[in-house]
């Protein structure tokens, strides 16, 4: 309960590690020290320590290719890229990757950044450039899930920043493997409007700029050449205002004053009163779901991204996983 600014965070950290390391094989200790550093990264936010960075960095990449500490680590990732610039956790994370032995957690960590990029969470600061070479140096690295991941965040870079920032810069990229990203950046649609386009650039409708993250905690697998990524991460972020459920009327039965509710238990300390919720909205969003496109589906997002995206870092997993499918929705 102290105030932020009196909170030794960075003694903390420092302290903790002295006592017990990152590195504790207890998964369980190791779970709740995952759970302090978000919870320090929430509550001291932009005046979290840069010398800590490096310390939780190192403790994730340890440690995110182990099963029952996956979706910990992808939670304190998001925690960091929403508490920090972008600009100073995404080269942080860069760095370690690249010198990284696990190809398991080389994979993992590609693996959430296809994720972050997909779903806007890294945000329209993102040094694309530098990042499309930091790719291009992973696939000298020998092992296919590597590769498999570095394509898959391409593919999202594309995506999300548009073709003008990535495909200049794989001229130099192997013909093999280059047909193989080629083969890949070819399935997004040529006409795709990218969420945060070249500064000068149009953006893309009434979401673009704002992260939208839908972050599952499920594990994923890394090996398979062009295999799917399905590991993503969770990140909090405040609540939309209740008055965006006048946009819902398009909706035809859908009741504002429901959905309203519903938000409001999304934040209950019961952990059934916020499944009840989570529920709620998901048949709600089911059975009148707003036309894609129009504004009452603007609405809809502008109530209900922001309440679900904080539950994808629900201590329950199973709540997190169905405030995904409700985010799915919209």
């Known amino acids: ?50 010398g800590c960075v490096a310390l939780i960095l190192e403790a994730v990449v340890d440690k995110i290719a182990e099963p029952k500490q996956r979706a910990a680590c992808h939670s304190t990732l998001c925690a960091l890229v929403e508490a920090l610039p972008v600009r100073v956790v995404v080269p942080s994370l860069t760095a370690m990757v690249a010198a990284c032995r696990s190809p398991k957690a080389d994979a993992e960590v590609l693996s959430w950044l296809s994720t972050a990029i997909s779903e806007g969470l890294l945000g329209p ?22 590769k498999t991941a570095g394509v898959q965040v391409l593919v999202a870079l594309r995506q999300t920043y548009g073709p003008s920032q990535v495909v200049p810069l794989l001229a130099d990229v192997k013909p093999q493997l280059l047909a193989v990203v080629e083969a890949e950046l070819a399935k997004v649609p040529a006409d795709a409007t990218p969420r945060f386009p070249p500064p000068g650039a149009a953006a893309a409708g009434p979401r673009a700029g704002k992260p939208a993250a839908k972050l599952s905690v499920a594990a994923s697998g890394s090996g398979g050449m062009l295999s799917s990524r399905s590991s993503k991460a969770a990140t909090p972020t405040a609540a939309s205002t209740p008055s965006a459920t ?13 959905v309203s509710a519903a938000v409001q238990k999304l934040g209950d300390s019961s952990w059934k009163v916020r499944q009840e919720a989570l529920g709620s909205l998901e048949r709600t969003l089911r059975s009148t779901r707003p036309a894609p496109g129009t504004p009452a589906a603007a609405s809809a997002a502008a109530l209900l991204v922001g309440p679900l995206r904080t539950r994808l870092c629900d201590s329950n997993k199973n709540l997190a996983a169905q405030a995904l499918s409700a985010l799915a929705l919209l």
């Open 246 to 258: 006048s946009g819902f009327q398009a909706g035809a039965q859908l009741s504002a004053a429901a």
């Open 125 to 146: 600061t993102l040094d694309v450039p530098s990042l499309v070479r930091f790719i291009k140096a992973e696939f000298e690295k020998s092992p296919p899930a590597i």
């Open 1 to 50: 309960g102290a105030e932020p600014e009196r909170i030794p965070v960075e003694a903390l950290i420092r302290v903790l590690q002295h006592r017990m390391g990152c590195r504790d094989v207890n998964f369980q200790v190791q779970l709740q020290l995952f759970e302090l550093f978000q919870a320090l990264l929430a509550k001291v936010g932009a005046g979290f320590p840069r």
